[in-house]
């Protein structure tokens, strides 16, 4: 069965740099969240989109921004990286059929 | 408020045995969910069995299943005949409200260790 894609797996940036993450649901999903989970943490939602239309907001910094385009897929643009943003981001989606969350692999951002 | 508690930072167990993971949650709302994952060193996200406010029955999934005490709000993970594989972290989270689109809460997790 298809999964959550994340791109890319692993992101290394300096400081005050900006990154994409890219996350392509489970075909016919049409909610998505985002995750952060610092080391040795559980994750903690940043934002998430039901229909290309925002419907949450966690503690997502003013720096970063995110947006679910008609195809579904979504992209979190994180702008003057710090260190402290050094975490593993996890893409969900979820089907309004189905209470279910599925991760996708992650994406393992250093910022150096 | 600490939404979702798990007292057990770490456990053992021997391969081949049954552990209960503990996980308590605090909620006012009558509809939610309760999930557990598993997220092995490796990272990934697991899931591995839900539980609705509402399901009558305990949710079982193959070797897992969930002790869920609605009334002491309680949602324990059990995993039977444990395998060198379910050595991992374990997550508890819950889903609170009726609208799509609403975060998990996680709770702080608890390592397995599965000893041969």
């Known amino acids: 069965a298809a999964g959550v894609i994340q791109s890319p797996r692993h992101l290394i940036k300096e400081k005050r740099e900006t990154a994409t993450l890219k996350c392509y649901p489970i075909?016919?999903?049409?909610?998505v969240y985002w995750y952060q989970q610092g080391p040795g943490q559980d994750p903690q939602f940043l934002i998430s989109?039901?229909?290309?239309?925002?419907?949450d907001k966690g503690s997502i910094p003013d720096r970063f921004s995110a947006q679910q385009f008609s195809d579904y897929h979504s992209e979190l643009n994180m702008s003057s990286l710090e260190l402290g943003d050094s975490a593993l981001y996890f893409c969900?989606?979820?089907?309004?059929?189905?209470?279910?969350?599925?991760f996708g692999p992650g994406t393992r951002l250093t910022v150096l | 408020a600490q939404k979702i508690t798990q007292t057990q930072p770490g456990m053992f167990v021997q391969e081949k045995e049954a552990v209960t993971l503990d996980c308590t949650y605090d909620?006012?709302?009558?509809?939610?969910?309760l999930f557990w994952y598993k997220q092995p060193s490796s990272g990934e996200m697991i899931f591995l069995i839900y539980?609705?406010?509402?399901?009558?029955q305990n949710a079982t999934e193959g070797r897992y299943s969930l002790n869920f005490q609605k009334a002491r709000k309680s949602a324990n993970l059990v995993i039977s005949a444990s395998q060198l594989g379910d050595s991992a972290m374990y997550f508890c989270?819950?889903?609170?409200?009726?609208?799509?689109?609403?975060?998990?809460?996680f709770g702080a997790g608890t390592i397995l260790r599965v000893k041969s």
């Open positions: 075909p016919r999903h049409d909610t």
């Open positions: 969900a989606s979820s089907s309004i059929l189905e209470d279910t969350q599925y």
């Open positions: 909620t006012s709302d009558p509809s939610y969910g």
């Open positions: 989270a819950m889903r609170e409200g009726g609208e799509y689109g609403n975060k998990l809460v």
């Open positions: 989109f039901y229909e290309k239309m925002q419907s």
């Open positions: 539980q609705g406010s509402y399901d009558q």
